[in-house]
């Protein structure tokens, strides 16, 4: 460990260098097709732009991974395989950003682990090969985060809250329930932004906003009314009703209006959801729709183990389970420290604002992917944290230099702080 976290920069290019390595071996095995039918649907809306250099009016999705799409095909060709070497890239650039913002929270020694993590992280990987919008909605989420979360020693700084707000509509305008994220975090920093706390969050608000306003004012031409991203978010309701009662998107709102205590249950249900370790309501399930997805495009993939199974469930459970159990460690060890809690209450914003946004819809472990390098850097705290703490109390000689290293490296916590805390701490 202290040779491979001897050199900063050597171990974030060994993480880059590994986390690239994995997904392009993963997309590799993958079919040339799509796998879900949103990435039928996405494609089409990119090859539309390219043709007539615009979306439609029956385009009530979300644009953003529509454009990136567009721009893969314009420069690359239209390739299945070209669209999953990008995301390769883009995924192995995004464990370097997580591991830099791991850095700025725990120090070098975490943010090398929490790059590790993700490299190897079954979730990070799985996104790889998926050509779905997941990927670039977590990398803007992850460059929105990194922007807005100064070092520990550092102010917060009005030019990079005004880029952070841009990436972070970025995000919004991929993955729409990033608003709520905007929001939160708008909030976060009125909180604690140690002065000015009304100009910062007005700089943060107002990057997200230049993003946002030109799509929204598409929508006010287009459909009439303030829509900021997405359209048809009424077709996402949940139903409450039988399906034959269901004709049309108002149906699913009066649905919910006369029967408010259904709705709340529901909700309450998709909270719990988007905690899931393994992967359950995947319509891609069923072989009967596959095949009628197929039937329309080709491109659809009929047979696929993207779908609950032992193997999945088993690999699900095995990787999800050790990273909640040292995130939960994580958050104690930085709740100790009065220094970290700004740190650690972002660090929790990203993952509850989407679980809070999904829950009025429908929660699922693939929709928590975006927000799952928050729970990382929080496990890759924990594990250093617990690591320190077991070799500390040991007295071993191996438990002693790497405690000693740790606390000159990655500017952690002392021996003293986590055998008995300071008087500050208590």
Known sequence: ?????????????????????????????????????????????????????????????????????????????????????????????????????????????????????????????????????????????????????????????????????????????????????IVFIVAWLFCWADHSRLFLASVLFLGSIVTLVPWTARNFLVHGRVIPVQSNFKGLLPRLVPFEAIRRDDDRVDAILNHPDRYTTRVGRNFLHFWELYPSQVIMSFPNYRDAL?????????????SPNRLINTVSILSVSPVFLFAIFGTVAMWLRKDLRRELSILWIMPLSFAIGYAFFIGKIRYRIPVEPYLIILSAYGVHATYAMISTRLRSPLGSSASIAFVKRAEFVSREDLVSPSKESQ
């Open 294 to 306: 197929h039937a329309k495009d080709p491109r659809v993939i009929k047979e696929t183990i993207y």
């Open 1 to 181: 460990m202290n040779t491979f976290f001897s050199n900063w920069r050597r171990a974030l290019l060994l993480v880059c260098f590994l986390a690239l390595l994995i997904r392009v071996a993963f997309i590799l095995t993958q079919q040339d097709g799509f796998y879900f039918p949103d990435s039928t649907m996405d494609s089409h809306t990119a090859l539309k732009l390219l043709s007539v250099g615009e979306f439609g009016a029956d385009f009530g999705r979300a644009p953003g991974y529509p454009v990136f799409l567009a721009v893969v095909y314009f420069l690359f060709g239209q390739n299945i395989f070209t669209i999953r070497l990008v995301e390769s890239f883009m995924g192995a650039f995004l464990a370097v950003i997580i591991a830099t913002i791991g850095r700025r929270i725990g120090g070098e020694m975490v943010g090398a682990l929490a790059g590790i993590i993700w490299t190897v992280y079954p979730l990070g990987i799985f996104i790889a090969g998926l050509v779905y919008s997941t990927g670039l909605g977590t990398m803007f989420l992850a460059c929105g985060a990194y922007c807005v979360l100064p070092s520990k020693d550092e102010e917060f700084s009005a030019k990079k809250l005004f880029l952070g707000g841009v990436f972070l509509g970025l995000a919004a305008l991929t993955i729409p329930v990033a608003l709520l994220t």
